[in-house]
């Protein structure tokens, strides 16, 4: 029992830690985007996606690198997309009662991460049908070899290609108007970098916190180690990307906060889960585990899209919905993990 306490209280802190440092990369990033002078929504779909979306892919290498379980930061980095899509959002709608969404952010960064969720899908099916591995009955494992984990990284690259677009019409049209008076008002860029850096090994820290906590419940408790992984380790590291997306979203910005959740989701769909298998070199996957959790992850995508083009926006009771859809996604990994249903864990 007391060790159960000392890893409740390392989680604790792991997760406030977690906290602070996507505070000060919040910040740092914001200043760093405006001296560089990009367009609002590049803002928030690369670089304060990328930023706030670093806790995962520490989640993807420590578990695969330190702890040998890539499942783990597998159902992370899923976990955390579902958070993502659905919380994050959810709250900032009831909080704002109306979230506006332009038509490129509805067209482009949300199809997009549709495509993302499909890219992977595909990729973790690949690794199946050319690897397979301990077939038994009703489990499916693959291994995941550095080729296919090259498929959804490329699709990465044609999105940083795509927003390279944006930025450079973005500045064509806008460069002028923009660069007046930003350069008198940050004076000390190096300051912001220093400040980046910081945020970045104390979330890489933090989550190796809470990493080693979820292998512990799932030891303690007789349960996979997913199941922690997809809802402590994804809801803590998930926190970066709520305390970005709510502060963006009370400012009534809402394009910008509805980007930084869909340009994180894609990051971590696209590089954290990859950037394990090129690191490790292989890493097994268990499509029967896979599979349900991508579907419910892009059924709620199309909710999302749904709700976003039909007004342009993002209203209260939408948000109330995904609130709702996420609670329910809870109740379903409680019921796994007590037996109750078996649609994960067989």
Known sequence: MGELLLYIGIISISTWAVWKGGSLLEESSEKL??????????????????????PELAATILSTLLHGKFDLGVSAIVGSAIFNILVIPGISAVMVKRMPADLSLIYKDTQYYIISVFVLFISFALAYIYYPVNITAGNMEGNMTRWIACLPIFFYILYIF????????????????????????????????????????????SVEGLVSGAIFLGNFFNTPDFIWGITIVAGATSIP?????????????????????????????????????????????????????????????????????????????????????????????????IGITSIVIK
Do not use: C
């Not at 405006?34 to 979306?53: E, F, K, M, R």
């Not at 059924?299 to 109330?320: D, H, Q, S």
């Open 162 to 205: 795509i927003q390279g677009m944006e930025t450079r019409d973005y500045r064509r049209d806008h460069g002028k108007r923009a660069v007046l008076g930003v350069d008198r008002e940050i004076t000390n860029i190096r300051k912001d970098w220093i400040k980046l850096i910081i945020s970045l090994v104390l979330i890489v820290a």
């Open 33 to 54: 985007s405006d001296y560089y002078h990009l367009p609002p929504l590049i803002q928030g779909t690369i670089i304060t996606a990328v930023g706030s979306s670093f």
């Open 241 to 337: 990307d709520a305390v970005v997306s709510i502060k963006i979203a009370k400012k009534f910005k809402g394009s910008i906060s509805l980007g930084n959740v869909l340009g994180s989701n894609i990051f971590d769909l696209l590089v954290a889960v990859p950037v394990g298998v090129l690191i490790a070199g292989s890493a097994i996957v268990n499509f029967t585990v896979a599979a349900p959790l991508m579907l419910f992850l892009a059924i709620i995508t199309i909710i999302m899209f749904i709700f976003l083009r039909t007004n342009l926006a993002l209203v209260k009771w939408e948000g109330m919905v995904l609130l709702g859809l996420y609670v329910l996604f809870v109740i379903w990994m409680i019921f796994e993990t």
